[in-house]
C-alpha cells in the first residue's frame, strides 16, 4: 500500500480519536468553521487569545500582547532576541 499526506493524516486522525480526542469542525480555510486564514496560520488566534485569559484572568491586556508577540516568532520558526 502506498502511503501519502492523507492517509497518514486519516490513520494518526484514528489513533486520536481513539485516545479520546474530539475530531472536528472543519476548522481549514473554507471550510465550515474557518479558525485560520491560511494553511500556514499555524496558531489559531482566537484560541490561543481565549485560552491565555483563560489562564490567567487578572492580567492586564498589554501582558497578553505581549505574551503573544513571544509567542508568534516561535511557531513561525522564527527567533528572535529581544
Not at 494553511?39 to 489562564?55: E, H, P, R, T, Y
Amino acid at each position: 500500500m502506498k502511503h501519502n499526506e492523507d492517509t497518514i493524516e486519516q490513520a494518526a486522525i484514528e489513533i486520536l480519536k481513539d485516545l479520546g480526542y474530539k475530531y472536528g469542525p472543519d476548522i481549514s480555510p473554507g471550510g465550515k468553521n474557518p479558525l485560520r486564514q491560511t494553511w500556514g496560520d499555524v496558531i489559531l488566534d482566537s484560541k490561543l487569545k481565549s485560552a491565555l485569559q483563560n489562564i490567567n484572568p487578572n492580567l492586564p491586556k498589554e501582558a497578553y500582547e505581549e505574551s503573544l508577540y513571544h509567542i508568534y516568532p516561535i511557531a513561525s520558526g522564527r527567533l528572535c532576541l529581544v
